[in-house]
Every structure is written in structure tokens, then in C-alpha cells.
């Protein structure tokens, strides 16, 4: 054991053992059985007023499970795509996928066709469960993709009736969210489950080396790629990040908000499977970009957890009514996909009451690498410390490990880390080196006590005559701005210093000038990290995640200064 290694399991908040048992389920489907005979009269998701408890989730993923293996004939290792939002149907598809010895792969709804096109083709996916308002995506280019089998489902299918009659109505004639399409041969959502429940499904034997996910990473610079991450990886990160919650998660409990989607690897851990294992409600938020809508989902459940990326707690805290809510049940709230704000974050706590922790991961570690403790009295700018059985380390380009104060790479070793990118060993080799370290592409600093902090992503630096610039710092000073809502930096061509400082400012004050934002930036930045270009949108481009897409602000500058 390094030197390293030693600060970090002293680091460890009391309680926290430093290892795993990776053998404690052999599987995902073993974790889902176990939670569903202990907590099978409890809630386990809720969505537009629909509940279904843990045996309506054992039940129906079971049916689900026997359709694809006796009627479609889907054998173990086949692929199947799950195309929906956050709706009671997903968890049901998800677990029954898993259950008949299949893979996930899970497609974000709101994928173009030139985006479902290359992940259904790369990944080979054999089936696709789709929600009607994405099917006329999925319908230009069933064609040119090997998916034999389609099953479509409206929004309302399993809310009950007449609220399910009632929803898929208004959603397809009055709101008119439901595009035509045709795909014929293409089966029913729960006519699938029906004839599922006919035949008993066959025991499938599953084991840590089973792929258990392809995840797809977000291909925002380049061609999106399949993160392998088998039943293995996955049990053992649930676990991780179970052990690091300790005694916080009272079994049978506790109620999760979960708007970030559950496709995504974030929530389909840290909500989804985390949660399951000690009995929790999942409450499924379908469009949280409706901010007013999401609090008065809010309003009505005394709700324990949360997790988040910076951009949907900073739309809360200005969204009317969420102030008023009642926090007197409120434990934790996990930040992660993006840096949280120490602006963001300080006045979530004045809020909430509650600490915004931030968490660190990747798709490829399933995610989770590193979190705070729960029991911060505030928000400290790391990620925190590695969770049991990981290992992390700052890199120079040479791979030699670097000390405490010292800003590299970041590495990670660990059970939950992926077991490569599909098809792609040469990509797999560029990330995944011989002794285990998957480098992560982030530039980051470990202090004394064995915390992270991540300075910003490789490619996102930006070099101003030769100086490095961190958009996360950028972002953080103008965040503090009176007046700001959100924030993006970017670097953009400078014929003199190479690159250039350019951010793009949401106003919250109407009133906010240039000037008052370069008075701060000067007041709080050295000079070469000063934007040089200042430009204002009435929004920014995110993905469905709510990740910033700096790329798409990297146009040419409109304010120079």
C-alpha cells in the first residue's frame, strides 16, 4: 500500500469500512428478488399517481421477462434498447430485460435519428421498448438497423383505469405530442406483459461477468461509445455507495426524488438500485424541465433524498413555491454530472437545510468513484474521497503518480470500473491501461486529507499564452455575480494569446450590465483568466441530463472588450 492509498482509507468518515464484499449478490436480478421478498408490500415507484409496490415490480418485470424469452425467443447476451423517460414502464423493462439474461441498452428518448441510428446499429440491439411520442424517430431508421422486434407504450399505459385512457389521450389528440408513425409487427406494452404471464420463465443464471448494460457515453466529442459495464460492476458500485450511506438510509423509509432520468447512469445507481436494496420509494419525475410542475410534485410527497446536477437545483432555487416546501424529512442531496456551484450550493443549504454533497463518476465506473461524507457542515468545492474498494490517483502524462497539491489526471481502479467499450479495443486501450487505471480525461489535485477536487476536463482547458484556464473556476466567480442565473466559459481562437476567455451569461437581473460582470471578473480573476468576450442568451444548450454543451457555445464571439 502507497503512500497515497494510506491517506485516503484515514480519510474515511467513522464507520465506513474501506472494502466491499463484491460476493454479497451474484447479480442485479439476485439484488431485485432479494428486495422484492423483504419489501413486497412496500411503495417502490411512484409516478403521476400511479404506486407500484415491490411485488407489482417483481410480477410484472417477470412477465415482461417471459415475453422476450417465449415469445420473441430472445436468448442470453441479446441486446435490447429501452427508449423511454422516467415512466412506471421503465423500471419494469429494465429488471425484465436483466431477468431474462439480456443486456440494457439504454437510449436517451430524445436521440435524433442520426444519433438512435448509430447506437441501435453499433450495439446490435435485438428488441427496443419505446415510448409512442419517440416511435417516429425510431420508425425512419428501423430499416437500417438489425431491431426485429418493437414494443410501443403511451405515457398513461400502466397508471390504471380510466387515468390511463385519460393521459394517452390528451397526450396524443389534445397536446399533440405523439408524431405519426407506422411500424408494423410492432406489439403493445402491456399486451407484451399479458402474454408474458401465460408461461413460467426459465431460471437464468447470471454471475458477475455477465453484461449486464451498454451504456452509451454522451459522443460529445465524438462517436458515442458502449461502456461495457457487467453485473459485476454494477453490484459492486450499489454496494460501494450503499456502504457510504451507512446508517443515513433507514430500511423501508426513505423516498427518493429521481428526475434525473433513469436511463442515466447516475440515477439508475444511485436512485434505482441503491435505493432498492433498502426498500425506498422512487419518485419518478417525468419532465423535470417543467420547474413549476416539478414542485408541485414536490409539494405532495415528504420526500428524504434527492440527486441532482447543479443545473436542476439552481432551477429549483428559482422556481416560486420550492422555498415553502416542507424539508422536515429532508436527509441528503447528492450532486453529480456536472461541477456543483459553491454559489448554487450555499444557497441550497440556506434553503433546504441540507448539505449539497457532491459526487464524483463516469459512465465508465458505473459511476460512482468519489463522494463527500454525508455529514459535511458545508459544501467544501471537492468531490470528495474514494469509495471502498477504489482506488484514485492524480497522473502526470508519463502515468507517474503525483502528490498531494499536484494537478494531473485522474485515474481510477476498482471493481465498478467498466470492462471496456464494445467493440472498440483500440478506444478501450486509450483509457484502460494494463495495470487498471482507467483515466478519466479530468484534470484534478488531491490535498493532505486524501480529497479530490477536480479542476476541469482535458479538453475543456483552455491556453491562454500559454497559461492554463479552468472553465470550472471561470464559471464559479461569475456565478457569484449579483444578477446571474447561469453561466458557461468556453475558449475560443485568439489570434494574440492562442485562446480567449469567452462566457455566455443567463441574466436573472434584466439589469445586469457587461461592465458589472468585468468589474467582478477583475475584482476575483487574474488577468489572463478575465473573459475577454461577455455574451448574453436568454438560455443555454444542455443535454436531457442537463450538462452544459459548451461545444455548441464555442461560436464565434459577439462582445469583445
Same mark, same amino acid.
Given at each position: 500500500?502507497?503512500?497515497?492509498?494510506?491517506?485516503?482509507?484515514?480519510?474515511?468518515?467513522?464507520?465506513?469500512?474501506?472494502?466491499?464484499?463484491?460476493?454479497?449478490?451474484?447479480?442485479?436480478?439476485?439484488?431485485?428478488?432479494?428486495?422484492?421478498?423483504?419489501?413486497?408490500?412496500?411503495?417502490?415507484?411512484?409516478?403521476?399517481?400511479?404506486?407500484?409496490?415491490?411485488?407489482?415490480?417483481?410480477?410484472?418485470?417477470?412477465?415482461?421477462?417471459?415475453?422476450?424469452?417465449?415469445? %420473441?425467443?430472445?436468448?442470453?447476451?441479446?441486446?435490447?434498447?429501452?427508449?423511454?423517460?422516467?415512466?412506471?414502464?421503465?423500471?419494469?423493462?429494465?429488471?425484465?430485460?436483466?431477468?431474462?439474461?439480456?443486456?440494457?441498452?439504454?437510449?436517451?428518448?430524445?436521440?435524433?435519428?442520426?444519433?438512435?441510428?448509430?447506437? %441501435?446499429?453499433?450495439?446490435?440491439?435485438?428488441?427496443?421498448?419505446?415510448?409512442?411520442?419517440?416511435?417516429?424517430?425510431?420508425?425512419? @431508421?428501423?430499416?437500417?438497423?438489425?431491431?426485429?422486434?418493437?414494443?410501443?407504450?403511451?405515457?398513461?399505459?400502466?397508471?390504471?383505469?380510466?387515468?390511463?385512457?385519460?393521459?394517452?389521450?390528451?397526450?396524443?389528440?389534445? !397536446?399533440?405530442?405523439?408524431?405519426?408513425?407506422?411500424?408494423?409487427?410492432?406489439?403493445?406494452?402491456?399486451?407484451?406483459?399479458?402474454?408474458?404471464?401465460? !408461461?413460467?420463465?426459465?431460471?437464468?443464471?447470471?454471475?458477475?461477468?455477465?453484461?449486464?448494460?451498454?451504456?452509451?457515453?454522451?459522443?460529445?466529442?465524438?462517436?458515442?461509445?458502449?461502456?461495457? %459495464? &457487467?453485473?459485476?460492476?454494477?453490484?459492486?458500485?450499489?454496494?460501494?455507495?450503499?456502504?457510504?450511506?451507512?446508517?443515513?438510509?433507514?430500511?423501508?423509509?426513505?423516498?427518493?426524488?429521481?428526475?434525473?432520468?433513469?436511463?442515466?447512469?447516475?440515477?439508475?445507481?444511485?436512485?434505482?438500485?441503491?435505493?432498492?436494496?433498502?426498500?425506498?420509494?422512487?419518485?419518478?419525475?417525468?419532465?423535470?424541465?417543467?420547474?413549476?410542475?416539478? @414542485?408541485?410534485?414536490?409539494?405532495?410527497?415528504?420526500?428524504?433524498?434527492?440527486?441532482?446536477?447543479?443545473?436542476?437545483?439552481?432551477?429549483?432555487?428559482?422556481?416560486?413555491?420550492?422555498?415553502?416546501?416542507?424539508?422536515?424529512?429532508?436527509?441528503?442531496?447528492?450532486?453529480?454530472?456536472?461541477?456543483?456551484?459553491?454559489?448554487?450550493?450555499?444557497?441550497?443549504?440556506?434553503?433546504?437545510?441540507?448539505?449539497?454533497?457532491?459526487?464524483?463518476?463516469?459512465?465508465?465506473?458505473?459511476?460512482?468513484?468519489?463522494?463527500?461524507?454525508?455529514?459535511?457542515?458545508?459544501?467544501?468545492?471537492?468531490?470528495?474521497?474514494?469509495?471502498?474498494?477504489?482506488?484514485?490517483?492524480?497522473?502526470?502524462?508519463?502515468?507517474?503518480? %503525483?502528490?498531494?497539491?499536484?494537478?494531473?489526471?485522474?485515474?481510477?481502479?476498482?471493481?465498478?470500473?467498466?470492462?471496456?467499450?464494445?467493440?472498440?479495443?483500440?478506444?478501450?486501450?486509450?483509457?484502460? &491501461?494494463?495495470?487498471?487505471?482507467?483515466?478519466?480525461?479530468?484534470?484534478?489535485?488531491?490535498?493532505?486529507?486524501?480529497?479530490?477536487?477536480? @479542476?476541469?476536463?482535458?479538453?475543456?482547458?483552455?491556453?491562454? &499564452?500559454?497559461?492554463?484556464?479552468?472553465?470550472?473556476?471561470?464559471?464559479?466567480?461569475?456565478?457569484?455575480?449579483?444578477?446571474?442565473?447561469?453561466?458557461?466559459?468556453?475558449? @475560443?481562437?485568439?489570434?494574440?494569446?492562442?485562446?480567449?476567455?469567452?462566457?455566455?451569461?443567463?441574466?436573472?437581473?434584466?439589469?445586469?450590465?457587461?461592465?458589472?460582470?468585468?468589474?467582478?471578473?477583475?475584482?476575483?480573476?487574474?488577468?489572463?483568466?478575465?473573459?475577454?468576450?461577455?455574451?448574453?442568451?436568454?438560455?443555454?444548450?444542455?443535454?436531457?441530463?442537463?450538462?452544459?454543451?459548451?461545444?455548441?457555445?464555442?461560436?464565434?464571439?459577439?462582445?469583445?472588450?
Amino acid at each position: 500500500m502507497n503512500t497515497t492509498e494510506r491517506i485516503w482509507l484515514k480519510s474515511y468518515p467513522p464507520g465506513i469500512p474501506a472494502e466491499i464484499d463484491p460476493n454479497a449478490y451474484r447479480s442485479i436480478v439476485e439484488l431485485l428478488e432479494s428486495a422484492c421478498d423483504r419489501f413486497r408490500h412496500r411503495p417502490a415507484f411512484a409516478n403521476m399517481g400511479r404506486v407500484l409496490r415491490y411485488d407489482d415490480v417483481d410480477r410484472l418485470s417477470r412477465q415482461f421477462a417471459s415475453f422476450l424469452v417465449n415469445e %420473441l425467443g430472445l436468448r442470453k447476451g441479446e441486446r435490447v434498447a429501452i427508449m423511454l423517460p422516467n415512466v412506471l414502464q421503465y423500471p419494469i423493462a429494465l429488471f425484465g430485460v436483466l431477468r431474462a439474461g439480456l443486456t440494457v441498452v439504454n437510449t436517451n428518448p430524445l436521440y435524433t435519428a442520426r444519433e438512435l441510428r448509430h447506437q %441501435l446499429g453499433d450495439s446490435g440491439a435485438s428488441a427496443i421498448v419505446v415510448l409512442d411520442n419517440f416511435a417516429a424517430t425510431l420508425a425512419e @431508421v428501423l430499416h437500417e438497423v438489425p431491431c426485429r422486434h418493437v414494443i410501443t407504450t403511451g405515457l398513461g399505459d400502466l397508471l390504471g383505469l380510466p387515468k390511463s385512457a385519460l393521459v394517452n389521450f390528451v397526450v396524443r389528440r389534445v !397536446k399533440k405530442l405523439v408524431p405519426p408513425y407506422a411500424i408494423p409487427g410492432a406489439i403493445r406494452f402491456n399486451a407484451a406483459l399479458r402474454l408474458g404471464a401465460r !408461461k413460467a420463465l426459465p431460471r437464468i443464471e447470471l454471475g458477475h461477468d455477465d453484461l449486464a448494460f451498454l451504456q452509451y457515453t454522451g459522443g460529445t466529442t465524438g462517436v458515442a461509445k458502449g461502456a461495457m %459495464l &457487467s453485473h459485476g460492476n454494477m453490484v459492486a458500485n450499489m454496494l460501494q455507495a450503499s456502504c457510504w450511506l451507512g446508517t443515513t438510509l433507514r430500511e423501508g423509509e426513505e423516498v427518493i426524488i429521481t428526475a434525473i432520468p433513469l436511463y442515466h447512469i447516475f440515477a439508475l445507481t444511485a436512485n434505482c438500485l441503491v435505493f432498492m436494496k433498502t426498500g425506498g420509494l422512487n419518485v419518478l419525475i417525468t419532465n423535470p424541465r417543467d420547474m413549476p410542475g416539478f @414542485v408541485r410534485e414536490l409539494r405532495r410527497v415528504r420526500f428524504t433524498a434527492m440527486t441532482g446536477v447543479n443545473t436542476l437545483f439552481n432551477g429549483l432555487l428559482n422556481t416560486p413555491g420550492f422555498d415553502r416546501l416542507d424539508f422536515s424529512r429532508f436527509k441528503f442531496t447528492m450532486g453529480g454530472g456536472m461541477a456543483v456551484q459553491r454559489v448554487v450550493a450555499e444557497r441550497w443549504k440556506k434553503v433546504t437545510g441540507v448539505t449539497l454533497v457532491e459526487a464524483y463518476g463516469l459512465t465508465e465506473t458505473s459511476p460512482a468513484a468519489c463522494v463527500n461524507p454525508l455529514d459535511l457542515p458545508e459544501y467544501n468545492g471537492s468531490i470528495g474521497l474514494p469509495l471502498p474498494s477504489t482506488e484514485c490517483s492524480v497522473q502526470d502524462d508519463d502515468g507517474r503518480l %503525483l502528490g498531494p497539491g499536484e494537478v494531473g489526471e485522474l485515474c481510477i481502479r476498482g471493481p465498478q470500473v467498466m470492462k471496456g467499450y464494445w467493440q472498440r479495443p483500440e478506444e478501450t486501450a486509450k483509457v484502460l &491501461s494494463a495495470d487498471g487505471w482507467l483515466h478519466t480525461g479530468d484534470i484534478a489535485r488531491m490535498d493532505e486529507q486524501g480529497f479530490f477536487y477536480i @479542476v476541469d476536463r482535458k479538453k475543456d482547458m483552455i491556453l491562454v &499564452s500559454g497559461f492554463n484556464v479552468y472553465p470550472n473556476e471561470i464559471e464559479d466567480v461569475v456565478a457569484q455575480c449579483p444578477g446571474v442565473l447561469e453561466v458557461a466559459a468556453v475558449g @475560443v481562437p485568439d489570434e494574440k494569446s492562442g485562446e480567449a476567455v469567452k462566457v455566455v451569461v443567463v441574466r436573472k437581473d434584466p439589469n445586469l450590465t457587461e461592465e458589472t460582470i468585468r468589474a467582478h471578473c477583475r475584482a476575483n480573476l487574474t488577468g489572463y483568466k478575465q473573459p475577454k468576450y461577455i455574451e448574453f442568451r436568454d438560455s443555454l444548450p444542455k443535454t436531457n441530463v442537463g450538462k452544459i454543451l459548451r461545444r455548441e457555445l464555442r461560436e464565434p464571439p459577439k462582445t469583445a472588450a
